[in-house]
């Protein structure tokens, strides 16, 4: 029988439902998702069976995450239900945000105006709720200081919105394909996520923490016994790949996502006008055999939480796509670690000027590789990342820092042994025979024999589900997606894209590319999904929805 269908979540949604299913049940599903506040009349029914959420096209959910690293992570947990809290012992540094705080102490933070909390703090982020979530978990962080958070968290189960989260691997995403012998830029205890200290789980783990930096690697088995311990498996869905994401149904609402438009009237009418399945996510499983198996979901809500390591930028030069070029780290750790690159006369030329390019000059430095180093900047640039990491705490990387400063080329292009600098320059082409030809910023040319090229001038996120590839979601729409040139245009207090409403954006996609801030892009999801259920309820009890069945 067609009924008002809470599973689809929106006051539209008619699904058929089996002729088992009671009224009671469907009904109590509804008390289920917009809280206990309705009334009970039977036990709870799942929402969604855990097992069906690939396999039931069927079913329409409220929020599919694509993306399984911290981002999709930290969203799942608190759509679980969990909920933060001022600690009732806290007192926050900064007195005129406690003072606002100590105003709603009753209220979660999800459901305070976050817009009012954050209003005059600064940081590290565009995004003023990342710099709000981010004072609250790490008070002080900017300043040196090691405080604790201010927040304690709760496990509401009547506050749990459905979901499920994609990924390509196992939860923690890129982290597990990183190169493992480098230590993160940020702090052991940046990397953790809400409820679990890195800490306490290297502790125990018997995992002998040497600083307060840490390897990739242990981040990675900490995101994953993040996901199992937090009970969010049941959440996850590993090896998938999405192939298409389509918008389904549009009206008025969608430019404020707001469901006013509804009436009564509209309730009881035929469902073929009011399916709203506002998206199709089509993809397939990897399964153990090997084999792809299609899938196709519905959803109320999209929140892309991708990242933007998929795709490496390119130089977009001629010969660029000979085997000798590679285009990341993993791929240049692999070549030196088989041992390909040792004992050669040539130099390998890397180029680019950011942390992952000075790791991988690391790299061949401590392989006895030399190098020819490659970037576009004066070393004297105010923007070079080396100026904004202190010396005691990143020493390899002033280690570069220096060498970038001190072994640039001379007039005559000769190279020093072991590595070799040349600010203000760019490749102008490979060459068959293993050559470059690099141009200087005065249009001198010249040209070196390699072992190696190295590409590491950034890279954008596989958007190719999306229409033009998500261009049309950045601020300049002419232009791919990057975390700092053209990050996901969103409203700064919901993460929703501003160019497609029910669309969400987080981490990287929107200029967060620390795990210390991409938090609060799932704070501003959560508060906006949360904010929008609360209007749907008390429209379903004003419109006589109370009796359960439309």
């Known amino acids: 029988m067609p009924v008002w269908c809470c599973r689809c979540s929106l006051p539209g949604h008619f699904r058929n439902y089996r002729d088992t299913e009671t009224e009671g049940e469907i009904f109590n599903s509804l008390v289920q998702y917009f809280g206990d506040n309705l009334g009970q009349k039977v036990k709870a029914m799942p929402l969604v069976e855990e097992t069906s959420l ?85 008070p002080g962080a900017d300043f040196g200081h090691d405080d604790p958070s201010v927040l304690h968290w709760k496990l509401e189960q009547h506050h749990h919105i459905p979901h499920v989260v994609l990924g390509h ?36 783990k ?80 990897r399964v153990a055999d090997g084999s792809q198996v299609p899938f196709c979901l519905f959803a109320e809500n999209v929140a892309l939480a991708t990242g933007t390591l998929d795709s490496p930028a390119h130089l977009e030069v001629e010969g660029e796509d000979f085997p000798f070029v590679f285009h990341s780290m993993p791929e240049f750790g692999a070549a030196v670690s088989r041992g390909k690159l040792r004992g050669r006369v040539d130099p390998v030329l890397i180029v680019g000027s950011g942390l992952t390019a000075a790791d991988a000059v690391l790299c061949a430095y401590n392989n006895n590789i030399p190098v020819i180093h490659v970037f576009r900047r004066r070393v004297t640039d105010p923007s070079l990342i080396f100026k904004q990491l202190p010396k005691k705490l990143y020493p390899e990387y002033h280690q570069v820092y220096h060498m970038m400063c001190t072994q640039s080329c001379s007039a005559d292009s000769s190279l020093l042994p072991d590595y070799t600098s040349f600010p203000e320059h760019h490749v102008l082409s490979f060459k068959p025979d293993m050559k470059c030809i690099l141009q200087s910023v005065s249009g001198l040319k010249k040209m070196f024999k390699l072992s190696a090229a190295v590409v590491l001038i950034g890279s954008h996120p ?80 004003e419109r006589g929805g109370g009796d359960g069945i439309a």
């Not at 709603?104 to 999800?110: E, F, M, W």
């Not at 207090?493 to 029910?502: D, I, L, N, Q, R």
């Not at 801030?517 to 999801?525: C, Q, R, T």
Request: proline share 5%.
């Open 54 to 138: 690939l396999e039931d096209s069927s079913v329409t959910l409220p929020m599919v995450v694509i993306g399984n690293g911290p981002s999709g992570i930290c969203l799942s947990y608190m759509l679980s239900g969990y909920r933060p809290y001022l600690s009732p012992e806290a007192i926050h540094p900064n007195a005129i945000l406690h003072s606002k705080l100590e105003e709603a102490r009753h209220l979660s933070i999800v459901d305070q105006d976050l817009e009012y909390l954050s209003e005059g703090l600064e940081g590290r982020s565009s995004n003023p709720v990342a710099v709000l979530f981010d004072t609250l978990l790490h």
């Open 169 to 204: 691997g196992p939860p923690g995403g890129a982290w597990h394909n990183m190169e493992g012998s480098m230590l993160t830029i940020s702090f052991g205890n940046w990397m953790e996520l809400p409820g679990l200290k890195f800490k306490d789980w290297a502790s125990s």
């Open 206 to 285: 018997r995992r002998n923490l040497k600083g307060d930096r840490v390897v990739p690697e242990e981040v990675a088995r900490y995101y994953k016994h993040y996901v199992k311990v937090m009970g969010l498996q049941k959440n996850f869905r590993e090896n998938t790949h999405i192939t298409s994401v389509s918008r389904l149904y549009r009206d008025h609402d969608d430019d404020g996502g707001q469901d006013g438009g509804i009436s009564a009237q509209q309730l009881q009418i035929d469902r073929s006008k009011f399916i709203r399945r506002n998206w199709e996510v089509r993809g397939y499983q």
């Open 462 to 541: 596989n958007l190719s589900f999306l229409k033009e590839q998500g261009c049309y979601l950045g601020h300049n729409s002419s232009q791919p997606i990057t975390c700092k040139g053209n990050p996901v245009e969103i409203d700064a207090y919901t993460y929703e894209c501003v160019k497609e409403a029910h669309l969400f954006a987080l981490g990287p996609l929107v200029g967060d590319n620390f795990v210390r801030f991409l938090k609060g892009g799932a704070l501003g999801v959560t508060h906006c999904l949360a904010a929008r259920q609360k209007k749907k309820q008390h429209l379903f009890v």
